[in-house]
């Protein structure tokens, strides 16, 4: 999974959670010994009639929930949305705007210091008052930080009761190795959310007249089909665009950095030190 806009209001379908806990508290239920013993049982509340197969799924999946770390589920960090404390104003704006998430983790001074969380609601009375300085550490929550080995039912838990939605992993060495929201794993018991903010991978999406968002990993043949290139594909010695954008430069781009094909004007607006997420294309 990408890193996704997280939803404050994401909760699994209310009419199957009360079939399920009214199931529960029968009699026969409470005499299961097993984890096998609860599937059969399930499945047997299925042919009766008592819940739907939809709610078995549910069920299921929330017994699996609490063997699953959140390592499984995380976003890993090379596709997280991060700012920085000694970041622009106007990047970090720029960033909140293109990611369309709500909730960004704060890298401090050191690479794997996560100074807080960033919600996106507190910036915006900034920008709507027009102050085009701010001082960050004043809007930032008090971060989550958890081992990449926390059972992710422990984690949905922790969120319930301090009313956070984004945690921050780590691994045994305290390197940030990702993050998980509360999507993550309310998806793991109802299967994929999609929202207003997600975009299919290697899609390329106008954004407006001209002007188009594409993720790096799309392929370049379809790069060059989508804009009609006369550019023979035999010559360029890559296999995705951020690759060719790449070779072009010399270099591993940073956020900022254009190149130009045809009639095309392609910049770099999401990029690490390791790879490029995002690209900004624009006709000429």
């Known amino acids: 999974m990408n890193q996704k806009s997280e939803n404050e209001d994401v909760h699994p379908p209310s009419g199957i ?31 009766l009639n008592i819940i739907d197969k939809e709610a078995e799924s549910i069920a299921n999946k929330a017994i699996r929930l609490g063997k699953t770390t959140v390592k499984e589920i995380m976003v890993p960090k090379v ?12 990047i970090i704006i720029d960033r909140i705007i293109e ?6 983790p704060v890298i401090g001074n050191e690479r794997d210091d996560v100074a807080g969380i960033l919600l996106a609601k507190d910036i915006l009375p900034k920008i709507v ?20 080995t926390k059972k992710a039912d422990s984690l949905l838990e922790e969120f319930k009761t301090d009313k956070s ?29 999609e929202d207003e903010h997600d975009i299919e991978e290697d899609e ?15 392929e370049i043949e379809e790069f060059v089909e989508f804009f009609n290139l006369n550019t023979d594909l035999l010559e360029i010695d890559t296999e995705t665009l951020g690759g060719f954008v790449i070779n072009q430069l010399g270099v591993l781009p940073k956020v900022g950095d254009k190149i130009e094909i045809d009639n095309l004007t392609i910049k770099v607006t999401h990029a690490d030190d390791r790879k490029i997420d995002k690209v900004l294309i624009t006709k000429n």
């Open 99 to 104: 990611s369309g998430h709500s909730r960004y």
């Open 165 to 193: 939605h984004l945690a921050v992993v780590i691994d045994e060495y305290g390197t940030i190795c990702g993050l998980v929201t509360i999507e993550d794993i309310l998806e793991e018991l109802v299967g994929e959310i």
């Open 79 to 90: 596709d997280m949305v991060t700012v920085s404390l000694g970041e622009e104003t106007d």
């Open 129 to 148: 008052n027009g102050e085009a300085d701010f001082n960050l550490l004043d809007m930032l929550r008090e971060p989550n930080v958890v081992p990449e």
């Open 204 to 218: 390329i999406v106008e954004i407006s007249k001209g002007t188009f968002s594409a993720d790096a990993k799309v």
């Open 17 to 47: 959670i009360y079939k399920l806990k009214k199931y529960f508290k029968n009699p026969f239920f409470i005499k299961t010994q097993s984890v096998s013993e609860v599937t059969d049982f399930l499945k047997d509340a299925v042919d």
